[in-house]
T-cell receptor, first 111, second 113 residues
Framework: KQEVTQIPAALSVPEGENLVLNCSFT??????LQWFRQDPGKGLTSLLL?????REQTSGRLNASLDKSSGRSTLYIAASQPGDSATYLC??????????FGQGTELSVKP | EAGVTQFPSHSVIEKGQTVTLRCDPI?????LYWYRRVMGKEIKFLLH????????ESGMPNNRFLAERTGGTYSTLKVQPAELEDSGVYFC???????????FGSGTRLTVV
């Protein structure tokens, strides 16, 4: 049974810092992994989709890496801004394409 | 392109009542998923439709939950009768292909009192 752990559970940083969010999963037999953000009271916004054949994906200030063999993915946020404050969720794809979520990392970026 | 639409956005019902949640996926997306997040827990899979067929309903908690997808378009999730532990946020998501990127709706916050 796939289990997803995200570390840290919460993070508070001053604006401008570069930061790394970590995600680990127990079953490396995944094929894709997706990172989302969730703003309070809102739905999930897709950030990056990493396919199994890829090792990383980049979008603007975001970079996500995937190491299937070690069961890890990281989300790197460069030059953080207050607007980045949200909960970040990592979700590898399980059997049948269903997503398996971790508890998320709650990020607060202070001006 | 219109996103995934869910309604109502909030619902407060009494224990024992019936509630129906609706999800309109992105047009042309054959795959439709329901997930939910109960207080303090991670988001968990409920079920997966491919067009009008249930592909996987292994996450449905019990037989008080009934999901349908009429004609492979919108989907409904009915809870009957609702219990206190059903409170949470119910999300719907759709994708064009299985295993490809998902688009989520804003969710329905269900409160059973």
């Amino acid at each position: 049974k796939q289990e997803v752990t995200q570390i840290p559970a919460a993070l508070s940083v001053p604006e401008g810092e570069n930061l790394v969010l970590n995600c680990s999963f127990t079953d490396s037999a995944i094929y894709n992994l997706q990172w989302f953000r969730q703003d309070p009271g809102k739905g999930l916004t897709s950030l990056l989709l990493i396919q199994s054949s890829q090792r990383e994906q980049t979008s603007g200030r975001l970079n996500a890496s995937l190491d299937k063999s070690s069961g890890r993915s990281t989300l790197y946020i460069a030059a953080s801004q207050p607007g980045d404050s949200a909960t970040y969720l990592c979700a590898p794809f399980g059997q049948g394409g269903k997503l398996i979520f971790g508890q998320g990392t709650e990020l607060s970026v202070k001006p | 392109e219109a996103g995934v639409t869910q309604f109502p956005s909030h619902s407060v019902i009494e224990k024992g009542q019936t509630v129906t949640l609706r999800c309109d996926p992105i047009s042309g997306h054959d795959n439709l998923y329901w997930y939910r997040r109960v207080m303090g827990k991670e988001i968990k899979f409920l079920l997966h439709f491919v067009k009008e067929s249930k592909q996987d309903e292994s996450g449905m908690p019990n037989n008080r939950f009934l999901a349908e997808r009429t004609g492979g378009t919108y989907s409904t999730l009915k809870v009957q009768p609702a219990e206190l532990e059903d409170s949470g946020v119910y999300f719907c998501a759709s994708s064009q292909e299985t295993g490809r990127g998902y688009t989520f709706g804003s969710g329905t916050r269900l409160t059973v009192v």
